[in-house]
């Protein structure tokens, strides 16, 4: 069975990357602090070249791929050395792409229909975005008795004071965010900073 990014820890970093040779430094920082895996979104023409220097050189990394949004993206990934596949939303044509790469997956669901799709695709695991504006915690909370068996990444507006609310809820393995990184610390490459702030999200509990 392949390994799931959401049982490695309780909080995936979403990493927006604009220099390649930043990458590996910031994954190591993240891995280092307790965070292993590492959502790179493919928002930037760095992305994939992150996760490829960061699949070849950060040992305990388990680096992902994130806003993927069409097929081509989701092989291009794979391509690159991707572990884990996460998208915002998902469509027939791209939950085949997700399929066809044999990697585990996250497609993003904002609805309870969307929910019941997946879940009769034989999907278990999924990310709801974006959390907060979707209705957050006590959304989910509804969910957990009438859907039991699906595990969820929330991922939108989550910030260290709310994540605990989230990870208590019996149907949330862990939630996405950013606040790890900082974007000052990323400017000036304090990858001390980003560790430490890693180390205390990986301390989260709900």
């Known amino acids: 069975m392949s390994t799931s990014a959401l049982d490695l820890?309780?909080?995936?970093?979403?990493?927006?990357?604009?220099?390649?040779?930043?990458?590996?430094?910031?994954?190591?920082?993240?891995v280092?602090?307790?965070?292993?895996?590492v959502e790179v979104t493919l928002r930037t023409p760095a992305a994939l070249g992150a996760i490829e220097r960061i699949a070849a050189e950060v040992e305990g990394a388990f680096v992902g791929a994130g806003t993927v949004l069409?097929?081509?993206?989701?092989?291009?990934?794979?391509e690159a050395g991707a572990r884990f596949l996460v998208t915002p939303g998902c469509t027939e044509t791209l939950y085949g792409a997700l399929v066809?790469?044999?990697l585990s997956f996250l497609p993003g669901t904002s609805t309870v229909s969307e929910v019941l799709r997946l879940r009769e695709l034989g999907v278990r695991e999924m990310k709801f975005f974006p959390a907060e504006a979707a209705g957050g915690a006590p959304y989910l909370?509804?969910?957990?008795s009438p859907v039991p068996d699906v595990r969820f990444?929330?991922?939108g507006g989550i910030t260290p004071a709310s994540a605990p609310t989230y990870l208590a809820l019996p149907n949330v393995?862990?939630?996405?965010?950013?606040?790890?990184?900082?974007?000052?610390?990323?400017?000036?490459?304090?990858?001390?900073?980003?560790?430490?702030?890693?180390?205390?999200?990986?301390?989260?509990?709900?």
């Open 173 to 206: 393995a862990c939630v996405g965010g950013s606040w790890m990184l900082p974007a000052d610390a990323v400017a000036s490459r304090d990858w001390s900073r980003v560790e430490q702030l890693a180390r205390e999200a990986s301390g989260l509990r709900g």
């Open 32 to 37: 280092a602090g307790g965070l292993p895996a």
């Open 70 to 78: 069409t097929p081509d993206q989701a092989k291009a990934a794979a």
């Open 141 to 144: 909370k509804s969910l957990a």
């Open 100 to 102: 066809d790469t044999g």
């Open 9 to 30: 820890a309780p909080v995936i970093p979403v990493v927006i990357v604009d220099d390649v040779e930043s990458a590996v430094p910031l994954a190591r920082a993240l």
């Open 153 to 155: 990444c929330p991922t």
